[in-house]
């Protein structure tokens, strides 16, 4: 577009308003446009709209097709003190006698014999263990070692006996390593130095130099592999960025080591580009000499001194130390009745909050609580139920677990004992299932307080309440569809560009656009045909007798069209006939449901239904797509699109236009103006020569 123009200075016209005028009515084959891609984009809301409330009902439809939704099932106990229970939909309608509960099932637990706590002393949950050492009565001296907690996990990209992924340099005690292996929450026994010929399924190499494991099986493809091990050190590496920092903080606390003269810590050791630094634990003793770090062994932080020459941008700070840490054993047995052995490796700087949080994860197979009034642990099995006959449930091992928590001798892992039938029987938890039916024990009681009958029957209210849901949503599609269908056209009113927008009021446009979008899809006739579809497929008979039902029609079991004409067909239940039909033949209810068939008319009224429904979705999908669709993907896109490319050439082919007009009228002004500077001329002339 030219923007050297001239706008009326020479003639005095307005020319600006003079093309805008003008241009106004070149505009108008574009407004059209506009107004037809804007009705296009309502048709396809619409239709999407319609789409999903479809797939509302095409989704409940098909609940209607499994024997499942009128299998709902009623347990009713003769004291619910006692017993109760639930049923599946694949429970028999049947009777339950249970004419004694002995005994009900009980979690084995271990409890601490007396508080934990050392006289005068409180443990704090949230502070470390190791600043809190001095707080339990009972710490055996060599309960905390020296080392590296570390964990290491992997999924495998294949399926094999050996992996590496860990970062050797493992810790053994007395001949073992000291690490727990788990894949896919199952737990093997760790084993070193043998030949890995000899390893049982159940067990796995570990290689403490390299940290690299060997299966005694072979290890499934995407198995995820855990493993917690101490390392007999660590070491942390820094480098130095352009700015120098005098601070950092080691991956782990409660760092090992006691401190010589002059708060020296010779166990831990750090260097500088490769310079040896003496460590010193008495911030105060950082600037007594050069080459000084000051570490706090609570936090890990670690302090250089700011005049410090060497640390200078890309220095390279490592340090190698060890942690305070400790371990808790136990096992417990699970359904096969073998036992299922845990560890812990718990760093000093771990809280009592964090030992009980590990204890409580859900593959361990139990559940900690502490009491800080009493000051007294419980450890509880995460099942009830006896799982050893051979002894106890919760077997415990090193100190940790039998003298500083203190726990004694276990008490439960019972199974629950009871008479059902006139079968004496046992189960491991107090909640049991028994052909369809979920039993829950609640209390004991002898047979002179029994019997309990438990009595399964249909539950013809449950069906009841979902076929009316169904019809529910039935007719909301029934009124959406007819209310667009039936919708008054005003052709008077087309979509509002956005000029004509900005001279109306709000509530204006809402009013307009309200008329504007009325009746785009009366009387549709794909519409129109999915109405028709459904109501064949609800009132045509079912011919199959597979069943021998005796309802064959929608209307015998009390679902028949409003007589209400102005409805648009909508269903109406006779809730008694209904109720009636559900109770004296559920099995016929469902039949004229769910019956399948090779032809349209032996099927159930619901497989027809879901055929209707799924044949419309694909029709008006493949007209009005889907939001995830792009406009190419369905026909009243592939419009819009070529709407749009229209538009964009009309609006090129407008600007053309403007700039002829706007050269048209400049022209003009140049001529107006080279007149007026002629006359000009002329005038001056003939007044020059009058004055002579």
């Known amino acids: 577009m030219n923007t050297n123009r001239i706008s009326g200075l020479a003639s005095g016209m307005d020319t600006e308003q003079i093309i805008r005028d003008l241009m106004k009515a070149e505009r108008l084959p574009l407004d059209r446009m506009y107004q037809k891609k804007t009705i296009m984009e309502w048709q396809r809301d619409q239709y999407r709209e319609i789409n999903k409330k479809l797939l509302e009902l095409r989704d409940a439809t098909f609940d209607f097709k499994l024997s499942s939704t009128f299998s709902s099932r009623n347990v009713a106990s003769s ?52 600043s809190q050492k001095g707080s339990f009565d009972q710490m055996p001296a060599d309960q905390w070692r020296k ?41 093997f026994e760790v084993v070193t130095g043998v030949d890995p010929a000899t390893l049982n399924e159940n067990q796995v190499l570990l290689d403490t130099a390299s940290g690299e494991l060997t299966f005694g099986k072979t290890i499934d493809k995407q198995s995820q592999i855990d493993v917690n091990y101490v390392a007999n050190s660590r070491t942390d590496s820094f480098t130095v960025g352009e700015e120098p920092s005098y601070n950092y903080n080691l991956a782990r606390k409660s760092i090992a080591g006691e401190a010589g003269a002059g708060s020296v810590l010779s166990s831990v050791q750090v260097t500088v580009d490769g310079q040896d630094y003496t460590v010193v634990t008495d911030l105060n003793e950082l600037e007594s000499g050069a080459n000084r770090v000051y570490l706090n062994q609570e936090t890990g932080q670690l302090k250089f001194s700011t005049s410090d020459a060497n640390i200078a941008e890309d220095a390279k700070i490592e340090v190698t130390y060890q942690q305070n840490y400790t371990s808790a054993s136990f096992g417990v047995y699970d359904e096969n009745g073998e036992e299922q052995k845990t560890s812990l490796f718990i760093q000093g700087s771990d809280s009592f909050s964090t030992f009980m949080s590990q204890l409580n994860r859900d593959d361990t197979g139990v559940k900690a609580f502490y009491d800080e009034f009493t000051g007294r642990f419980s450890l509880t099995r995460s099942e009830s139920g006896n799982f050893n006959d051979a002894g106890d449930e919760i077997n415990l091992y090193g100190s940790f677990m039998n003298d500083i928590l203190k726990l004694g001798a276990e008490t439960g892992g019972e199974n629950a004992k009871f008479t059902i039938n006139g079968i004496e029987t046992e189960r491991r938890s107090n909640q049991f299932t028994q052909n369809g039916v979920e039993f829950q024990l609640n209390s004991t ?156 008319a032996k099927q159930g009224i619901a497989q027809r239904l879901y055929d209707t429904m799924d044949s419309y979705m694909e029709r008006i999908t493949d007209k009005a797509g889907r939001s995830t669709m792009t406009n190419e993907q369905f026909s009243l896109g592939k419009k819009i699109d070529d709407m749009s490319s229209r538009m964009e050439r009309f609006e090129d082919r407008l600007t053309m236009i403007e700039n ?33």
């Open 445 to 600: 009681f002898t047979q002179a307080d029994g019997p309990v009958t438990l009595t399964v029957t249909n539950n013809s209210d449950d069906v009841f309440e979902r076929i009316k849901g169904y019809v529910e949503k039935y007719n909301e599609l029934v009124d959406l569809v007819n209310s667009k269908t039936m919708e008054e056209r005003y052709r008077d009113f087309h979509p509002l560009t956005d000029e004509q927008k900005q001279e109306m009021t709000e509530r204006q446009v809402e009013l307009w656009e309200e008329k504007a979008q009325s009746g785009l899809l009366k009387s549709d006739p794909m519409l129109n045909g999915l109405l028709s579809g459904i109501r064949m497929d609800l009132y045509g008979k079912v011919e199959s007798n597979a069943m021998n039902s005796q309802f064959d029609q929608i209307s015998e079991i009390g679902i028949t069209t409003s007589p209400d004409y102005l409805s648009g067909g909508k269903l109406v239940i006779n809730e008694s006939k209904l109720k009636e039909a559900l109770q004296t033949d559920p099995e016929s209810v469902e039949a004229l449901f769910n019956a399948s068939g090779e032809s349209t």
């Open 147 to 187: 080392g590296a907690v570390e964990y290491g996990s992997t999924v495998t990209n294949a399926s094999g006996r050996t992996f590496s992924f860990l970062k050797g340099d493992i810790k053994t005690t007395n001949g073992q390593a000291e690490a727990v292996v788990k894949v896919d929450g199952q737990s």
């Open 660 to 692: 002829r007009y706007y050269r048209q009228f400049t022209a003009m002004e140049q001529a107006i103006q080279r007149s007026n500077q002629q006359g000009a001329y002329i005038m001056q002339q003939f007044g020059g020569g009058g004055m002579a």
């Open 79 to 130: 004291n619910d003190t006692f017993v109760t229970a639930t049923a599946n939909s694949n429970a028999l309608l049947a009777s339950f006698n249970i004419s004694e509960v002995s005994r009900l099932a009980t979690a084995a637990q271990r409890l601490s014999t007396q508080s934990i706590e050392k006289n005068g002393e409180t443990i704090d949950l949230n502070k470390s263990l190791w």
